[in-house]
């Protein structure tokens, strides 16, 4: 399974595509950071956002077949296991800390990324309310603001 990574039994090549997500990714989010108060605009910040979903969840453009979470973690998650989508669909792979799906903890790691770096903090609360692309957009949107 693509996600098993541990000390004893490092698989090179997949640290590396993570590295490499990880380096593409702090790119757009750099250029995000940088537009000016004037110029940011939400469809702007969208179109990053949804580049870095991409990227994170390793999905090619056409993979990007729908704007919820939920729906883009399946497609990840299928294509890391090496499975159809409806393998995945409605399967709590994995449980976690409080019965957290892997599709649900690949959302919070993506917010918490993106936290970390445009420089904001979308409230805990906010974070769990956003099921897509659209109310993440707008939600750095207001952080940013708020930071001018």
């Known amino acids: 399974m693509e996600y098993n990574i541990s000390p004893r039994s490092i698989d090179y090549d997949l640290k590396k595509r993570y590295q490499q997500a990880d380096a593409d990714a702090q790119q757009i989010a750099q250029r995000l950071r940088m537009i000016s108060e004037d110029d940011l605009r939400v ?9 870095i979903v991409r990227i994170k969840y390793f999905l090619d453009h056409d993979d990007m077949i ?10 990840s998650i299928a294509r890391a296991l090496g499975v159809d989508r409806s393998a995945v669909v409605g399967i709590d792979l994995e449980a976690k800390c409080n ?3 892997s599709v649900m903890t690949k959302k919070i790691l993506l917010i918490i990324f993106i936290n970390r770096e ?4 979308i409230d805990p609360h906010t ?4 099921t897509n692309i659209s109310q993440l957009a707008t ?3 207001v952080s ?4 001018f």
């Open 99 to 101: 019965g957290t799906s």
């Open 144 to 147: 940013l603001l708020e930071n």
């Open 139 to 141: 939600a750095i949107f």
């Open 43 to 51: 469809s702007d910040i969208y179109d990053g956002v949804k580049e």
């Open 118 to 121: 445009l420089g904001i903090e």
């Open 127 to 130: 974070a769990a309310e956003i």
């Open 66 to 75: 729908t704007d919820y979470f939920n729906g883009l973690g399946e497609i």
